[in-house]
Each structure stands twice: as C-alpha cells, then as structure tokens.
C-alpha cells in the first residue's frame, strides 16, 4: 500500500512538471506557428505549351515582421516570366501581403512545382507542391506542311566594334592633322612687322626715319634713344643695299669703307654727301657717350640728312643685273622653302611627341599588357569584348552565355555505353589545349540512376592525360547557379606543352557537374594560367550558368 501511494504521488509530480512545462513553453509555441500563416495557390493545373500559370503566395503576419518572397528561378522545371508587385493590405496590428508569379513551360510533360521558402524574421516556411500539366499544341498535318530541321549556319561576326573603334582614330588623327596645319602648315597672314620686313632696304629704311620723325623722344629729351635709332636706321640700309659691314664698324672704319667704295667706282657719292655722313655719326657717338645734348633743331636736320643720304645712296647704287635679280629670287624662294621645312619639322616633332606622350600615359596607366594587347589585339580580349550569346544547350537544357556560339559535336559512344545511354548532347568551343575552350554535355541513361560524379569527372582528367596535360592538381567544392541548383565543381590546373614552341604552359580547368535520377549535365572550361582575360570570360559563364534538375 505505501508503495502504491509512493508511485500514486509520483506520477502527480511528474504530471505537474509536465504541465508547467506546457503552460511555459506552449503560448511561445503557439506565437510561432500561430502568429504567421502562409498559403499558397495556383489559377489552373494544366496549360499548354507557352501559356502561364499564375502562382500566388498569401502571407499573413505581423506587421512589424519582415518578409522575404522568393527569387529568381526557384520555380524550376517551370520558368518565371514575371514577378508582380507586392499588395499589402492592413488589419490592426497584421498585415496581409500578396504577390503573384507568372509561370510557364515550353515542353510538354507533367511537372511538379516544388515548395516554395518564404522567410518570415529568419524562419522558414514552406508552400505546398502543385502538379501541373503541359499540353502540346495541336497542329493538322494535313493543312500545315511539315519541315526538316534547318542545319546550323554560320553567322558572319559583327565588326561594328571594330568599326566604330576606326572611327574615332580618324576622327583623332584629323583633329590632330587640323590642328598641326592650323597652327604649322598654313600660311598665317602677316603682321605689320612681318609685312615691314619683306620691303627692300630702301623702302624700309624710309619708312623707319618717317616713323622716327613722329616719335616723342625729342619732346621727352631722350636724345639718346632717338640718336641710336637714327644711325641704326642708316647704318642697316647700308648693310644691306650697299653690302658694306656698318653695324660692327666703328664711325671711323665706317667712313672709310664708304670711301673706298667711292673711289672704286661701287658707289657714286659726292665728298660732300660723306662729310655730312660722318658728322651725324660723330654727333650721335657724342650723344651716346658723351651725354652731348644737342638743339631740337640739330637734331631734326640731322634725321632729314640722314634721309637724303639713303635717297643719294640709294640713286647711286648701279642697277641689279638679270643674274643679280635671278639670284635674289632664287635667295627667297629658298628661304621661304626653308621657313616652310621649318613649319613642317615643328608639326612633325609636336605629332611624334603627343604619339610619344599619349603612349608613355597610356603605358603607366593601363600597363604595358593592356596597351600591347588593346593596339595588337589578342584572342581572349576580343572574345571578352564581343558579342555574347546566351542559349540553351542539350537536354536536359544547360543554360548559359558565352562569347561565341557552341557547336553541336557528335561522339561515338563505346558500345558497353551504349547499353547505359539513352542520348549523349555535347556541344563544344576551342580547343581544351588552346587558349580557350568550353563545352557542355547533357547525357540521359535508359535507367533511373543517379550519376556517378566521380567517374564522370575522372574520366574528364584521363582525357586531359590523353592530351599531353602532366602534373594535375584537383580540388572539388559545392557549386550553386543562379536558381539555387547545387552541382560539384571540380577545378585545378596542370602543366601541358605547346605545339607550336614545345615551350610547357600551365592551364586551368573548371568541370561542373549536375544531375539527378537519369541524367547528368556536365560543363567543362579551360584556359591558358595567367590569362586575365579569360579569368573574366570564366567568371561571366559561371555567374550566367543555369541547368534544369528534371529530365
């Protein structure tokens, strides 16, 4: 009896335990599964092929929660077309969101829609799976003729790029070109000085005393300025028209020059003329070294001999032979040829250092591989800047975009795989040994298997052997696409030698692997280590890659 009221009491106690455990933990329990509802519903259950489903998730929540609606692709065997907003409507403290998915399918089959994850603060809900049905469209053979399949045909590559690129060289190279013959090559319309300077001696000279004659120095009592100007004025003219050294001689060795000429018969002065010569030339030394002063008067007499004196030189010079005129002709024309050389060796020496400039900017800023590839070209770097292609290959489909379009490779299959294969889609781009390849292989078998990854991919690395490719190096890693389908990626690199040098490179390799119950899907990349350019090619394709998980 007392151990019966033992055991009575403690079955009590424990259901009391029990119960506060409940009364504790079950209001939290409820909050969580009660407090947020999610539902989900679909308009119909079959369509035919390209029609859409509208697929619609209920939420149900507090309204101070935060929702998240799937993604992407995450309806797949069925595409998502569009994601349409969000409608919120509240109710005091809860708050009902909607969206609506547009699906569809481009096969015909049964397909089932899988559970979708909706996380309400972090925790996850599921929507049920609906199993749809897809309908080939009818067509009547009878009305409609019926076609082969079209072969692939080769499509010319667009130049556009390249084109557009010619285009704004020319357009540099003739702004260059305009701005060297603007400023070089042209002939620029001459100044006063320039214009002053291609008068003969004579006219120039007078011209210069004229000028000095309406000069202020002798209202400003700058005798010496004005003394320096007159005797400079005269003593060029007689450099040049007279051929006699006057502006490095002396007063002294000046006169005496002008003799001899007179006295040779070279020039017809009188005595008078050169005594007058040599008294202006020694009033103008007193002016300038010896602080003379003399009258305004003086001075203007002496500017109006000093005319008459170039008009009596001038008068006395014989006249120029034909042989004179033609060797002064061919004097200027050879001078205008070389001030033309001139303008041209300045216009080549300014384009030659913009070239050089440009160059040694674009070599710091871009580096010496980017400016010798960009003017040079190189296969990779036209391939990354082309035109890339996104389409869908083999079946079941790989999805993804490449720099150009992947051709359609037919395999023989040993005959202990054709036992196992149903059909075996490969589609290629390069060469595994070139600087660049890519391929995909879809492959069904005539049982509901799983894939041996590890075989598949082992097979992959004896092909490389097979190649000449030594020393591989193999890591493996999990594998997501864009829609959330997770694969193995297996990846390394390993040492092959060139043909065409016999010179050992190391390549790099990426094998992504996918599949389920009969079927696999395989994506297999390499590239030339080192290669920057088509580490970005590699990167685009893994971030565009997609697969579909149902056969």
Same mark, same amino acid.
């Not at 000069?215 to 028209?241: A, P």
């Not at 991919?457 to 193999?474: D, K, P, Q, W």
């Given at each position: 009896?007392?151990?019966?009221? $033992?055991?009575?009491?403690?079955?009590?106690?424990?259901?009391?335990?029990?119960?506060?455990?409940?009364?504790?933990?079950?209001?939290?329990?409820?909050?969580?599964?009660?407090?947020?509802?999610?539902?989900?519903?679909?308009?119909?259950?079959?369509? /035919?092929?390209?029609?859409?489903?509208?697929?619609?998730?209920?939420?149900?929540?507090?309204?101070?929660?935060?929702?998240?609606?799937? #993604?992407?692709?995450?309806?797949?065997?069925?595409?998502?077309?569009?994601? %349409?907003? +969000?409608?919120?409507?509240?109710?005091?403290?809860?708050?009902?969101?909607?969206?609506?998915?547009?699906?569809?399918?481009?096969?015909?089959?049964?397909?089932?829609?899988?559970?979708?994850?909706?996380?309400?603060?972090?925790?996850?809900?599921?929507?049920?799976?609906?199993?749809?049905?897809?309908?080939?469209?009818?067509?009547?053979?009878?009305?409609?003729?019926?076609?082969?399949?079209?072969?692939?045909?080769?499509?010319?590559?667009?130049?556009?790029?390249?084109?557009?690129?010619?285009?704004?060289?020319? %357009?540099?190279?003739?702004?260059?070109?305009?701005?060297?013959?603007?400023?070089?090559?042209?002939?620029?319309?001459?100044? #006063?000085?320039?214009?002053?300077?291609?008068? =003969?001696? $004579?006219?120039?000279?007078?011209?210069?005393?004229?000028?000095?004659?309406?000069?202020?120095?002798?209202?400003?009592?700058?005798?010496?300025? $004005?003394?320096?100007?007159?005797?400079?004025?005269?003593?060029?003219?007689?450099?040049?028209?007279?051929?006699?050294?006057?502006?490095?001689?002396?007063?002294?060795?000046?006169?005496?020059?002008?003799?001899?000429?007179?006295?040779?018969?070279?020039?017809?002065?009188?005595? *008078?003329?050169?005594?007058?010569?040599?008294?202006?030339?020694?009033?103008?030394?007193?002016?300038?070294?010896?602080?003379?002063?003399?009258? !305004?008067?003086?001075?203007?007499?002496?500017?109006?001999?000093?005319? @008459?004196?170039?008009?009596?030189?001038?008068?006395?010079?014989?006249?120029?032979?034909?042989?004179?005129?033609?060797?002064?002709?061919?004097?200027?024309?050879?001078?205008?040829?070389?001030?033309?050389?001139?303008?041209?060796?300045?216009?080549?020496?300014?384009?030659?250092?913009?070239?050089?400039?440009?160059?040694?900017?674009?070599?710091?800023?871009?580096?010496?591989?980017?400016?010798?590839?960009? &003017?040079? *070209?190189?296969?990779?770097?036209?391939?990354?800047?082309?035109?890339?292609?996104?389409?869908?290959?083999?079946?079941? =489909?790989? @999805?993804?975009?490449?720099? @150009?379009?992947?051709?359609?490779?037919?395999?023989?299959?040993?005959?202990?795989?054709?036992?196992?294969? /149903?059909?075996?889609?490969?589609?290629?781009?390069?060469?595994?040994?070139?600087?660049?390849?890519?391929?995909?292989?879809? &492959?069904?078998?005539?049982?509901?298997?799983?894939?041996?990854?590890?075989?598949?991919?082992?097979?992959?690395?004896?092909?490389?052997?097979?190649?000449?490719?030594?020393?591989?190096?193999?890591?493996?890693?999990?594998? +997501? !696409?864009?829609?959330?389908?997770?694969?193995?990626?297996?990846?390394?690199?390993?040492?092959?030698?060139?043909?065409?040098?016999?010179?050992?490179?190391?390549?790099?390799?990426?094998?992504?692997?996918?599949?389920?119950?009969?079927?696999?899907?395989?994506?297999?990349? !390499?590239?030339?280590? *080192?290669?920057?350019?088509?580490?970005?090619?590699?990167?685009?394709?893994?971030?565009?890659?997609?697969?579909?998980?149902?056969?």
């Amino acid at each position: 009896m007392k151990l019966e009221k $033992y055991m009575s009491k403690l079955k009590k106690s424990s259901a009391k335990k029990c119960l506060i455990i409940c009364l504790v933990f079950f209001p939290v329990l409820g909050l969580s599964q009660n407090d947020s509802k999610v539902s989900s519903e679909i308009d119909t259950t079959s369509i /035919k092929i390209g029609e859409q489903i509208q697929y619609k998730i209920t939420v149900e929540t507090d309204s101070i929660n935060i929702v998240h609606f799937p #993604e992407g692709q995450t309806f797949s065997p069925l595409e998502t077309v569009e994601a %349409l907003l +969000t409608d919120t409507l509240k109710e005091k403290n809860k708050v009902k969101l909607q969206r609506v998915y547009a699906l569809t399918q481009f096969d015909s089959g049964s397909y089932t829609i899988p559970p979708q994850r909706i996380a309400i603060n972090e925790q996850a809900f599921f929507t049920d799976s609906f199993q749809i049905k897809v309908a080939d469209v009818a067509v009547d053979t009878t009305k409609q003729k019926m076609y082969d399949i079209k072969p692939l045909i080769q499509v010319e590559r667009s130049y556009a790029k390249i084109w557009m690129m010619i285009l704004w060289i020319v %357009l540099a190279l003739l702004i260059i070109g305009g701005l060297v013959y603007w400023f070089f090559l042209r002939k620029k319309p001459l100044t #006063e000085e320039e214009k002053e300077a291609l008068l =003969p001696p $004579y006219d120039r000279a007078m011209l210069e005393l004229k000028r000095l004659e309406k000069s202020r120095y002798l209202i400003q009592d700058e005798y010496k300025k $004005y003394y320096s100007e007159l005797t400079g004025i005269v003593r060029s003219y007689l450099e040049e028209d007279v051929q006699v050294t006057a502006l490095e001689s002396t007063t002294d060795e000046l006169i005496t020059k002008l003799e001899l000429l007179k006295d040779s018969g070279e020039l017809q002065l009188g005595e *008078g003329t050169i005594k007058q010569f040599q008294k202006i030339l020694q009033t103008a030394d007193l002016v300038k070294f010896a602080r003379s002063k003399p009258s !305004t008067s003086v001075a203007e007499q002496d500017r109006k001999l000093v005319e @008459e004196i170039v008009v009596k030189t001038h008068d006395a010079l014989p006249e120029p032979t034909e042989e004179e005129l033609l060797l002064n002709e061919e004097y200027l024309e050879e001078l205008a040829k070389k001030k033309q050389r001139k303008r041209i060796y300045w216009a080549a020496a300014i384009f030659i250092g913009l070239i050089f400039v440009g160059t040694a900017f674009s070599l710091v800023f871009f580096g010496v591989k980017q400016v010798k590839d960009t &003017v040079f *070209g190189y296969p990779t770097k036209e391939l990354l800047q082309g035109e890339w292609v996104f389409s869908s290959y083999g079946y079941p =489909p790989i @999805e993804l975009e490449t720099p @150009e379009v992947l051709i359609r490779k037919e395999t023989d299959l040993p005959a202990e795989a054709q036992e196992l294969v /149903k059909e075996l889609q490969t589609f290629t781009y390069g060469s595994y040994m070139g600087l660049f390849a890519v391929g995909t292989s879809s &492959v069904t078998y005539k049982e509901q298997t799983d894939p041996n990854f590890e075989a598949a991919v082992a097979g992959t690395l004896s092909t490389f052997e097979s190649l000449g490719v030594r020393n591989i190096i193999t890591k493996q890693e999990e594998f +997501t !696409t864009k829609s959330g389908v997770r694969g193995l990626k297996t990846y390394g690199s390993g040492n092959y030698k060139n043909p065409l040098n016999n010179k050992s490179k190391k390549a790099k390799y990426n094998i992504l692997s996918f599949g389920g119950k009969g079927f696999m899907q395989q994506v297999i990349i !390499t590239w030339e280590d *080192g290669d920057e350019y088509a580490e970005q090619i590699v990167d685009r394709i893994l971030r565009t890659l997609d697969v579909k998980t149902q056969a």
